[in-house]
């Protein structure tokens, strides 16, 4: 019933930028994971700008399995894990270091003229004890937080999703009541916050097509900020159709006075898994696809993307024989490039 999104991301993550400005390659992790510049075939570029402004990360989880898949004369399965690798995907800013973090991705994508997707998941009692459960301490931690990203995006280009979750899990009962006044007074700030900057987007998170009707969403949505958004995301780390999505978008946008909304469509290739426990359906369903690649050329005017959020090939949660809620799962992304069209 509940959406679960992906934890924190590697450690290495928030000295990517740096890294990449100063010494040309990627800091962190082990060095035989590290994609090989000098190696062409482990390369990983980024898309034409025109229709996919987005920044494609050069040394994400997917680029090494690209890299580790050619070392090990695994050609085809590095080629079917290079459709994800090529892409833009949702950078999840961890919570220990939200200032250094915001600036390494959007340095990196500066230097690419490259605009950096973030994703902000951290608002206080995060995902109602499931599998993405945490978040920051209080109000206060919360709001140091949000100040940390924005110090670290400054003037740079960046779209932030922002809190997979928050408004909906008010909605549907499973955050408690007693702590709705707070997180709209957080999500109006982080949104007035995020918009003070110069070259930020933000959408704020509003549900997927399969969960209930725009109507019991609208108000809630007014009532976390949405007004000064730029908008609201629809489909974060879910399966629905792009149609589907489409619809849903199109019917919220007419209640909350014409904003426009981006869709995640990382793994809505197959649709919504249909079998298993209908409670966690949503979780590592087996049979799921790529879906469109992310572009601002889109089937609807008042869609503004189709975006990578939840990156491909990270885990949901322990369910289905996954890891932990936001690590990498190679069997799994393996999957999804193999099912997924050319």
């Not at 999703?161 to 957080?186: N, S």
């Not at 359906?281 to 690649?293: D, H, I, S």
């Amino acid at each position: 019933m509940y959406d679960s999104r992906g934890a924190r991301p590697p450690a290495w993550a928030w000295a990517l930028g740096a890294a990449l400005l100063l010494a040309g390659c990627s800091s962190g992790g082990g060095g035989d994971d590290r994609p090989d510049t000098a190696d062409p075939g482990a390369t990983i570029t980024q898309q034409p700008k025109e229709a996919d402004p987005f920044w494609v990360n050069p040394d994400s989880n997917a680029a090494r399995q690209v890299k580790a898949y050619a070392k090990a004369g695994k050609d085809t399965d590095a080629e079917q894990i290079r459709k994800i690798a090529e892409q833009p995907t949702g950078e999840w800013i961890g919570p220990e270091n939200p200032e250094q973090e915001a600036r390494g991705f959007t340095e990196a994508a500066q230097k690419s003229d490259r605009t950096a997707l973030l994703v902000l998941y951290n608002i206080p009692h995060r995902d109602c004890d499931q599998y993405s459960q945490g978040g920051a301490a209080d109000g206060d931690a919360y709001r140091a937080w949000i100040d940390g990203v924005a110090r670290g995006i400054q003037d740079r280009s960046a779209t932030v999703i922002l809190e997979p979750d928050a408004v909906l899990h008010l909605v549907d009962g499973c955050t408690q009541a007693r702590f709705a006044e707070e997180r709209y007074d957080l999500l109006r700030d982080a949104i007035t916050k995020l918009k003070s900057l110069k070259n930020t987007k933000v959408y704020l998170d509003a549900g997927n097509a399969g969960w209930g009707h725009p109507d019991q969403i609208y108000q809630p949505l007014e009532q976390a900020g949405i007004t000064d958004a730029d908008g609201f995301a629809v489909n974060v780390s879910n399966f629905y159709s792009t149609q589907d999505s489409i619809a849903y978008g199109k019917q919220l946008s007419q209640k909350v006075g014409g904003k426009h909304f981006v869709i995640d469509t990382s793994r809505n290739g197959n649709g919504p898994y249909a079998g298993g426990n209908p409670n966690e359906r949503w979780c590592n369903p087996p049979g799921r696809a790529l879906g469109e690649t992310p572009t601002t050329k889109t089937a609807d005017p008042l869609a503004d993307a189709y975006l990578w959020v939840k990156r491909p090939g990270e885990s949901d949660g322990t369910c289905k024989g996954g890891p932990q809620a936001g690590n990498w799962w190679p069997t799994y992304a393996l999957k999804l490039a193999q099912a997924s069209t050319p």
